[in-house]
T-cell receptor, first 114, second 113 residues
Framework: DMKVTQMPRYLIKRMGENVLLECGQD?????MYWYRQDPGLGLQLIYI???????SEGDIPKGYRVSRKKREHFSLILDSAKTNQTSVYFC?????????????FGPGTRLTVL | GEQVEQRPPHLSVREGDSAVITCTYT??????FFWYKQEPGASLQLLMK?????EINEGQGFTVLLNKKDKRLSLNLTAAHPGDSAAYFC????????????FGQGTSLSVVP
């Protein structure tokens, strides 16, 4: 069953706390992504990972870092969360050797930072 | 870099009417385009992928048009029904990086019975 999973689905944190969002996929996709979705802004790319320990900044990486130690698993870390990081976070994956980035999305994590 | 503008942000139509969502993009060398559907509280599901070589693509109940000259991509839902109520996003794969997607801002479509 090809899918992208995300944990947790909902999370409430206080400002200054650390946040760990987890993503997994069972399709052996090399490339994985973290996005955030805010009303009126669509999806904005935070980080992209081309494979294990091969990560690149996306369009809005400030305040975030990522970790990919296994191909099927990609983590997003917020060190000292801020209220403006309240958002819905989506993880996605795609095959690298395809010449177009058809991406498969996880169910999302709704993060609230108080 | 590539920029994508999607209009309208909100759209309400009656059941049976058509609905048109349009995206304009800036990179004339973009070749791959996508439409995603997001139902309330759910993730994004791929609706259709469009390659620059084909200007008209048809799915079940909708048509996607690509006008390369005007750099415009449109999604036309024919005879909309309440199950089409969702957010729709276009996405463009920029020529500078085919592994990335640049998303439009999204359109919230409401189909009223």
């Amino acid at each position: 069953d090809m899918k992208v999973t995300q944990m947790p689905r909902y999370l409430i944190k206080r400002m200054g706390e650390n946040v760990l969002l987890e993503c997994g996929q069972d399709m052996s996709h090399e490339t994985m992504y973290w996005y955030r979705q805010d009303p009126g802004l669509g999806l904005q790319l935070i980080y992209i990972s081309y494979d294990v320990d091969s990560n690149s900044e996306g369009d809005i990486p400030k305040g975030y870092r990522v970790s990919r130690k296994k191909r099927e698993h990609f983590s997003l870390i917020l060190d000292s969360a801020k209220t403006n990081q309240t958002s819905v976070y989506f993880c996605a994956s795609s095959l690298r050797d395809r010449n177009y980035a058809e991406q498969f999305f996880g169910p999302g994590t709704r993060l609230t930072v108080l | 870099g590539e920029q994508v503008e999607q209009r309208p942000p909100h759209l309400s139509v009656r059941e049976g009417d058509s609905a048109v969502i349009t995206c304009t993009y800036t990179d004339p060398n973009s070749y791959y385009f996508f439409w995603y559907k997001q139902e309330p509280g759910a993730s994004l599901q791929l609706l259709m992928k469009v390659f620059s070589s084909t200007e008209i693509n048809e799915g079940q109940g909708f048509t996607v048009l690509l006008n390369k000259k005007d750099k415009r991509l449109s999604l036309n839902l024919t005879a909309a029904h309440p199950g089409d109520s969702a957010a729709y996003f276009c996405a463009v794969s920029p020529s500078s990086s085919f592994s990335k997607l640049v998303f439009g801002q999204g359109t919230s479509l409401s189909v009223v019975p």
